[in-house]
C-alpha cells in the first residue's frame, strides 16, 4: 500500500490516536481514555488496529491485580457501611434489639448479626442483658476507618492497585473483596496484565502524513438527508474510504449460468437464419429410430440403450401417410432407391413409447411440415439408458438441426460446421473427418482446435439419408447437425463433471461465476 | 462401436510401412476409425471403429487394407470367391445340412485355410475377430456364430445336423468331461451365456466329421478335441452358421480375406442344403452376394457440391477397394466381397467423399435466406426467467429423472401415493429406482434441493423454468409434455404473504390477469395454497409447504412455494 492508500485505511480512531502522542510518549488505554475522551471499547479497537498495522508496539506487560469498586460498594461510599450505619443509628436512637435495628435500617438480621460480632469484638458496640445493643467505646474501629478509606479512594470508578496498599489496606481489603464473577461485596478482585505501548518509526511517519494531508479524525463520515437539507454539507470534510476494503457479500437474483450458456447458443443459431422447434418427452420408437432409418433389429436398439415407458406401453397411432412410407422403406427401400433393411417391419414395435433418447427425433418430426428452403434447431433434454457418472447423465441436452433446400450439399454443410466452429466455440482451426451415423450419408464429424482447451469434437453432422427424407415427404436434400451441447458447456464454464451442470446444491449455484 | 486391440507391429507389417501417432490418426479417418490408446508395452494400439455398417474394418488385417488401398496400394485379386451358381471344384471339401436344421439354425457357410504355422498374434486376432463380428454384426452369436477347427484331425464331408439334446454327449471346450447337450447349457460358461438363442427349439444344432467325430454345438461351444485350435496349426477349417444369410456371407467372405491377406490359401467349401435357400440349394462359400449399385456423376456432383472428373471418381472410389466403370451414361459400382454397405446411390456418395479426400471439398457459405426465430415458448420463458431475476430469485436447472420416493413419497400423505403414481409416467427398465419416474412437477426438485442448502446464506429464492410430463389419457401418447415454472422461498420468515406478493408481480409484469381460488391440496397447510385461474383454466398453485413435507425431506425452515403452468398462462 503506499502511503496515501495507508491514510486512507486509517479510522478516525487510529488518526486522533496517532496525532495526539510523541515517539517517548507511553500510551496504555487508561491514558487514552483519558486524553482523547474514548470509551473502552473505542480505545481497545484503536489500539488493536494500530498494532496490526505496526504503527503501534508493545513497550511494557506488567501482570497486575487490581480492586475495582462494585455498584455495592458505591453505596456504601456514598450511604455507609453497615457498620458504619449501625454504629450512628445506636448512637443517636440509643440502645435496640438486633432485629429492631435491622428492621430499622432496612438490612437483613444476619448482616447486622455478623455486623455487630465484628464491632463487639473490636469494643465499640456491646450488648446488655436485655439482648439490646449499646455504645461501647463509639469510637470506629481502625478496621472501620481504612474500610472507608478505601471506599472514599475507589468512589466513582477508580481502581485500586494491590500493589500500591498498604499491608493494613490489603488485610481490610481482604476482608470486603470477591474474586470476579462473586456477587455481594464491595470490592471485585481482577487480576490482569497492564499493557503500554509506544508509537513505533512507522506509527510516526503516519504521522507525519497524516499532518501533511490536514487529515484530523474529525471528518464525516456518511452524507446524510440533513445535511442535504440544511447544506451543512458544504462545510463538511468527508472521510475518505479505503476503497480496497473487502465488499460484503450480497444475494442477487440471478440466471443460472448453464441456462445462460443454453440461451447463447439458441441466440446464435437464431442469428443465422435457424428457428426453434421442440416436442414432447415421451416419444414412440417410430420418431426416435425408424423414421432415422435404424433397423428394428439394429443392436443400438436393444432394451439396453433407450428407456421404455411402462404405462401406457404404446402410442394409439402413427400418423399416416408416414408409417406407412417408413415401413415400405425399411423392408424393402420404398421408392427412395434404396435396398431397404430386408426384414418384416413391426408396426406394433413402432408404436411403443420411450423417452427420447436422442435431439433427431423432432429434426425428422419437423420435415413433414418444414420449409423450403428452411433451417430448424432445437436444444432438446433426451434420456439413456446410463450409468450416471462424471461423463454419462440420465438425461441431458443435444443441439440439433436441419437444412433443407436444393441447393445444399457437402460443401455447403462443411460452411454450417465451420460457422458453429467459430461462432458457436470460437475455434482457431476446423477438421472434417468422415463419420457414420446410420441416419446420414454422407457423415461428418467436426473437431475443433480451442485456443486454450486444444482439440476435440464439437459434433456430428451429414445428409439425410433420402430412406429417412423421402417417406417423409421431403424430396430436397437435407443437412443435419447435432452438438455436444453439454460437453461445450462444461468447458465454457470450467466444470469437469456433468452432474454439476444440474446441480441441486444452491450454494453451489449462487457461487457459480460466469463466462 | 466396436474398439479392436491389435499389435502395431502386425498393422505396420500390414500396411508394409511404418508411421508415428499423428500420421496414423490421421490416416485412420478414412476408415471412420480413432486412434483409441496408442501403443503400450506390449506393442498393442487399442482402436475404435465408428461404422457399424462395415465389420470387415474390424481386425487387423481389413482395416490395414483399408488404410493401404487408400494410401494408393493396388486393390486385391480375392479369386477365391465364387459367383452364385459358378461350380466350384471344392473335392471333398462338403457340408452336408440335415433337414431338421430349416426351423432351427438354417444356414451355414465354411471355407478351409492352409499355410505357415498360426502364430499367437494370429490367432490372437482371429480370435478377436469372431467375437467382434459374432457380437456386434452377428447380434450376440443370434444371427452369425463362427467356429474354427484343426482341419487335420477331421474327415470331409462335415455333417451339420439337428441333434437331439438329451443324447447327443461330447467333451465341450474347456471341460475334461462328456456331457449332454442340454447339460452344456447349463453347466458351461459359454452355455449359460447364450443358451437362449437355441434353448426352446425341439432339436440343437450341431456339427460333426465324416465319421461322427463332433466339431461343435454352434451358436455354443466347440468340442475339446477338433475344436481346439493352437499356436502352430496351419490347416484350418472355419464356418459359421446363423439365420440370416446375406450376413452370414458378409462374414464368411469377411474372414476369408483376413487370412488371404495374412497369406494363407482359401480352400473353398460346397454346402448342400435340403431346402431352398436365397442362394440355392448348393453354393460354394466364401461365395460373392452382392449386386451392383448404379448411380450418375451428376447426383454425385450434386451432393458433394463440386465438378468431379470421371477418372478423378473411379480413383477416388479404388482407393476405397471399390471397382468403379464411369461413362457419360452413368456409374456402375461392384462392391468388394467384405463390404456390404450399399443399400442406396447416396452410399457410393460417401465412399466417393472419402477417397477424393475431405480436404478437396472446401467449405462453401450457405446462401439460402431463411429468417430466425426463437420458439413462443421459449420467449415466454424467458419473460418469466428475468421476472423471478428481479424479483431476487437464483435459477436452477434440474434432470428430469428421479424416485418414486423423492417424487411422490416424501411430497405428498400416503392417502395420495398411488393416484400420484398414476399420474407420472414410469420408466419400464430404469437403470435404478432412483432413475425411474419422469418429473410430472417441478416443486420436488426445488424441496431436494432446499433439504440440501440449509449451509447457504438464507434467504432462499430459488425457481426453474422447465418440462413436466404428466399422463393424459386423451394424448395419443398418454402423456404431455408442459412448460413449467417452479418457485420456492426458504426463510424464517417465508410464507404465503410472500409468496403471494411474487406471483402478482409475476402476473403484472406478464400482463396476465388471474384469480384465486381456495384449494385443498395437502402438499401445503390447509388453508394456506391458493390454485391460480387463467381464463378460467387452472394454471398453478402456491402456497406454504406442509411441515409434513417439509419434515420428510428433512428442512427445518419454513417454506413457501407455486408452481404455474406457463403454456396455459402464456395462451398457447
Not at chain 1, 443 to 466: A, C, D, M, N, T
Not at chain 2, 255 to 281: F, H, K, Q, S
Not at chain 2, 513 to 521: I, V
Request: with cysteine.
Amino acid at each position: 500500500m503506499s502511503a496515501n492508500d495507508i491514510l486512507k485505511s486509517l479510522h478516525p480512531l487510529e488518526v486522533k490516536v496517532l496525532l495526539r502522542y510523541g515517539s517517548n510518549d507511553l500510551i496504555d488505554t487508561t491514558r487514552i481514555q483519558e486524553d482523547l475522551r474514548f470509551n473502552l471499547g473505542q480505545c481497545n479497537q484503536a489500539v488493536s488496529w494500530l498494532t496490526a498495522k505496526e504503527f503501534l508496539v508493545e513497550h511494557e506487560r506488567v501482570h497486575r491485580t487490581v480492586y475495582e469498586i462494585t455498584s455495592l460498594g458505591e453505596e456504601f461510599a456514598q450511604n455507609g457501611t453497615p457498620d458504619e450505619r449501625i454504629l450512628a443509628f445506636v448512637q443517636e436512637h440509643g440502645s435496640a434489639t438486633l432485629p429492631e435495628i435491622a428492621s430499622a435500617l432496612g438490612l437483613e438480621n444476619r448482616d447486622v448479626g455478623s455486623a455487630f460480632g465484628s464491632l463487639s469484638k473490636e469494643g465499640v458496640l456491646a450488648m446488655d442483658a436485655e439482648k439490646r445493643v449499646t455504645v461501647a467505646s463509639g469510637t470506629p474501629s481502625e478496621r472501620m476507618r481504612e474500610v472507608r478509606g478505601l471506599l472514599d479512594e475507589a468512589h466513582g470508578g477508580k481502581e485500586l492497585a494491590a500493589d500500591r496498599l498498604s499491608a493494613v489496606q490489603n488485610e481490610a481489603m481482604a476482608g470486603i473483596s470477591k474474586k470476579r464473577g462473586s456477587a455481594g461485596s464491595p470490592f471485585r478482585l481482577v487480576e490482569r496484565d497492564e499493557v503500554t505501548y509506544r508509537l513505533t518509526d512507522a506509527g510516526m511517519d503516519a504521522q507525519e502524513n497524516l499532518k501533511t494531508a490536514g487529515v484530523t479524525g474529525e471528518e464525516v463520515g456518511a452524507l446524510t438527508s440533513r445535511m442535504l437539507k440544511d447544506g451543512s454539507w458544504r462545510t463538511a470534510q468527508f472521510r475518505a474510504y479505503n476503497i480496497n476494503s473487502p465488499p460484503s457479500r450480497t444475494l442477487p437474483g440471478r440466471r443460472n449460468p448453464y441456462c445462460e450458456y443454453l440461451d447463447r447458443v439458441k441466440d446464435k443459431l437464431v442469428s443465422l437464419g435457424f428457428e426453434e422447434f421442440d416436442g414432447p418427452i415421451v416419444e414412440t420408437e417410430f420418431w426416435n429410430s425408424d423414421a432415422l432409418f435404424m433397423p428394428q433389429f439394429h443392436s443400438a436398439r436393444d432394451i439396453h440403450d433407450v428407456y421404455y415407458v411402462k404405462e401406457p406401453a404404446h402410442a394409439r397411432e402413427i400418423e399416416e401417410p408416414y408409417l406407412s412410407q417408413v415401413a415400405a422403406t425399411h423392408e424393402d427401400g420404398w421408392k427412395t432407391g434404396s435396398a431397404g433393411w430386408n426384414y418384416g417391419f413391426d408396426r406394433d414395435f413402432t408404436r411403443r413409447l420411450i423417452l427420447r433418447s436422442q435431439g433427431t427425433v423432432m429434426s425428422a418430426k419437423t420435415l413433414p411440415k418444414a420449409s423450403i428452403p428452411g433451417k430448424y434447431f432445437g436444444t432438446l433434454r433426451c434420456f439413456r439408458y446410463d450409468q450416471v457418472d462424471a461423463t454419462h447423465l440420465s438425461d441431458f441436452y443435444q443441439t440439433e438441426g436441419i437444412v433443407l433446400g436444393e441447393s445444399v450439399n457437402l460443401r455447403t454443410l462443411l460452411g454450417f460446421l465451420q460457422m458453429f466452429a467459430e461462432e458457436l466455440a470460437g475455434a482457431t482451426e476446423v477438421k472434417y473427418v468422415p463419420g457414420y451415423f446410420p441416419f446420414t450419408e454422407p457423415s461428418v464429424e467436426v473437431h475443433i482446435k480451442h485456443p486454450v482447451l486444444g482439440w476435440f469434437e464439437l459434433g456430428g453432422s451429414g445428409i439425410f439419408r433420402p430412406e429417412v427424407t423421402e417417406p417423409l415427404g421431403i424430396k430436397v436434400p437435407v443437412l443435419a447437425w447435432g452438438l455436444g451441447i453439454d460437453r461445450m458447456a462444461l468447458m465454457n464454464l470450467g466444470l469437469d463433471d456433468l452432474r454439476e451442470l444440474f446441480s441441486t446444491n444452491i450454494e453451489n449455484v449462487r457461487l457459480r461465476r460466469g463466462n | 462401436m466396436p474398439k479392436i486391440e491389435l499389435s502395431q507391429e502386425a498393422l505396420f507389417s500390414y500396411l508394409q510401412t511404418r508411421m508415428d501417432d499423428v500420421e496414423l490418426e490421421k490416416l485412420l479417418t478414412v476408415a471412420k476409425a480413432e486412434l483409441d490408446e496408442p501403443v503400450n508395452d506390449e506393442g498393442i494400439v487399442k482402436i475404435e471403429l465408428n461404422d457399424t455398417n462395415r465389420p470387415d474394418l474390424w481386425s487387423t488385417a481389413g482395416l490395414a487394407r483399408q488404410l493401404r488401398l487408400h494410401r494408393g496400394a493396388p486393390m486385391p485379386d480375392y479369386g477365391f470367391v465364387s459367383r452364385p451358381g459358378e461350380a466350384a471344384e471344392t473335392g471333398t471339401r462338403r457340408v452336408i445340412v440335415d433337414a431338421g436344421l430349416q426351423a432351427v439354425r438354417p444356414f451355414i457357410a465354411a471355407f478351409a485355410v492352409t499355410g505357415t504355422a498360426i502364430d499367437e498374434a494370429l490367432l490372437n486376432d482371429l480370435i478377436q475377430t469372431q467375437e467382434k463380428l459374432c457380437w456386434n454384426y452377428g447380434r450376440k452369436r443370434r444371427s452369425i456364430a463362427m467356429g474354427v477347427y484343426r482341419s487335420d484331425l477331421m474327415k470331409y464331408p462335415v455333417r451339420y445336423v439337428a441333434a437331439d439334446p438329451d443324447v447327443t454327449r461330447f467333451t465341450p471346450l474347456g471341460l475334461t468331461e462328456e456331457l449332454t447337450m442340454r447339460e452344456m447349457l447349463s453347466k458351461h460358461p459359454k452355455g449359460q451365456e447364450f443358451g437362449h438363442i437355441v434353448a426352446d427349439a425341439s432339436a440343437f444344432p450341431l456339427l460333426t466329421d465324416d465319421r461322427g467325430d463332433v466339431l461343435s454345438f454352434p451358436p455354443i461351444i466347440n468340442s475339446a478335441r477338433i475344436g481346439a485350435v493352437e499356436v502352430g496349426d496351419s490347416n484350418l477349417f472355419i464356418e459359421m452358421t446363423g439365420t440370416d444369410m446375406p450376413s452370414l456371407l458378409h462374414a464368411c467372405s469377411i474372414v476369408a480375406c483376413d487370412l488371404a491377406d495374412a497369406g494363407y490359401t482359401i480352400l473353398p467349401v460346397t454346402i448342400e442344403y435340403p431346402y431352398d435357400t436365397p442362394v440355392g440349394r448348393e453354393v460354394v462359400t466364401p461365395c460373392y452376394f452382392q449386386t451392383p449399385v448404379s448411380t450418375t456423376v451428376p447426383y454425385i456432383e450434386k451432393l458433394l457440391g463440386r465438378t468431379i472428373a470421371g477418372d478423378e471418381l473411379a480413383a477416388g472410389l479404388r482407393r476405397m477397394g471399390i471397382a468403379a466403370t464411369v461413362t457419360e451414361a452413368g456409374v456402375t459400382i461392384e462392391p468388394p466381397p467384405y463390404r456390404n454397405d450399399f443399400l442406396h446411390p447416396v452410399d457410393v456418395v460417401e465412399d466417393a467423399m472419402i477417397g477424393l479426400g475431405m480436404d478437396t471439398f472446401p467449405p462453401e457459405v450457405p446462401s439460402d435466406f431463411t429468417v430466425g426465430r426463437l420458439s413462443p415458448a421459449e420467449l415466454f420463458g424467458r419473460r418469466v426467467k428475468s421476472i423471478l431475476v428481479g424479483l431476487g430469485y437464483q435459477e436452477m436447472i434440474f434432470n428430469y429423472l428421479g424416485s418414486r420416493r423423492d417424487f411422490i413419497e416424501r411430497v405428498y400423505p400416503e392417502s395420495e401415493w398411488e393416484a400420484q403414481h398414476a399420474a407420472h409416467v414410469q420408466v419400464a427398465n430404469p437403470m435404478s429406482e432412483n432413475f425411474e419416474f419422469v418429473r410430472a412437477s417441478i416443486l420436488p426438485h426445488l424441496l431436494i434441493a432446499e433439504a440440501g442448502s440449509a449451509n447457504a446464506v438464507y434467504p432462499h429464492l430459488v425457481f426453474e423454468v422447465g418440462k413436466v410430463v404428466r399422463r393424459d389419457a386423451t394424448d395419443n401418447y398418454g402423456s404431455i409434455t408442459r412448460n413449467s415454472l417452479g418457485m420456492l422461498g426458504a426463510d424464517a420468515e417465508a410464507g404465503f404473504t410472500l409468496i403471494n406478493s411474487h406471483i402478482s408481480a409475476l402476473f403484472y409484469y406478464l400482463g396476465r390477469d388471474y384469480t384465486l381460488r381456495e384449494s385443498g391440496d395437502a402438499r401445503f397447510i390447509p388453508g394456506r395454497c391458493a390454485e391460480i385461474v387463467v381464463n378460467g383454466m387452472a394454471a398453478g398453485w402456491f402456497g406454504e409447504v406442509h411441515p409434513e413435507t417439509l419434515e420428510k425431506f428433512g428442512i427445518q425452515v419454513p417454506v413457501c412455494a407455486g408452481e404455474i403452468d406457463l403454456d396455459t398462462v402464456q395462451g398457447v
